[in-house]
């Protein structure tokens, strides 16, 4: 069975500062793998995606990720933070089962 | 390009009605999902359709149900309404299979059984 497990449920950085994100995936087939974002009372936007091209990915306002399958993680990261970056973020996954899996989503604060 | 459109945006509706709700994809795209988000309990899949057919099913009750019409847009019925069926429903349209198009989300209806 597919899983996507989120690490965190709060995430609390400074403006400046990294951001990590951290996301487990379990698939018996190659997955395929995502990053959303959804701001307060929106629908979720794609930050980037995975489909076995390349291991780092870089995706939208500075946020790359980078496929691991030894570690079977796709963690998402950003240099420096800001305050727009507040918001909640869903990795998602899916392989052979013509389903897409999220995770329960991590919340991310971006302190000033 | 007109992004995923969904209706209404809030609904309101007493226990044991029902709620129909509507989504129209982005031009092109031939599949649409919906998830069904609720409070502590993340995105959880509910349906896909593609090409007019449902092409999968998640761990929902029968009385959740749907079309996909010819035109491609979408209706969610909701039947016998119950207090937890209460969530931010999200609608989502790709080009053919999420693997090979990624999902693009409207902004979803609240809808709220009283």
């Known amino acids: 069975a597919q899983s996507v497990t989120q690490l965190d449920s709060h995430v609390s950085v400074s403006e400046g500062t990294p951001v990590l994100l951290r996301c487990n995936y379990s698939s018996s087939y190659s997955p395929s793998l995502f990053w959303y974002v959804q701001h307060p009372n929106k629908g979720l936007q794609l930050l980037l995606k995975?489909?076995?091209?390349?291991?780092l990915v870089k995706g939208i306002n500075g946020f790359e990720a980078e496929f691991k399958k030894s570690e079977t993680s796709f963690h998402l990261t950003k240099p420096s933070a800001h305050m727009s970056d507040a918001a909640e973020y869903f990795c998602?996954?899916?392989?052979?089962?013509?389903?897409?899996?999220f995770g329960t989503g991590t919340l991310l604060a971006v302190q000033p | 390009e007109a992004g995923v459109t969904q209706s209404p945006t809030h609904l309101i509706k007493t226990r044991g009605q029902q709620a129909t709700l509507r989504c129209s994809p982005i031009s092109g795209h031939t599949s649409v999902y919906w998830y069904q988000q609720a409070l502590g309990l993340g995105l959880q899949f509910l349906l896909w359709y593609d090409e007019g057919e449902e092409r999968n099913r998640g761990n929902f009750p029968p009385r959740f149900s749907g079309r996909q019409f010819p035109n491609y847009s979408s209706e969610l019925n909701v039947n016998a309404l119950e207090l937890e069926d209460s969530a931010l429903y999200l609608c989502a349209s790709s080009f053919r299979q999420f693997y090979n198009s990624p999902l693009h989300f409207g902004n979803g209806t609240r809808l709220t059984v009283t």
């Open positions: 995975y489909t076995s091209a390349a291991t």
């Open positions: 998602a996954g899916g392989g052979a089962t013509n389903k897409l899996i």
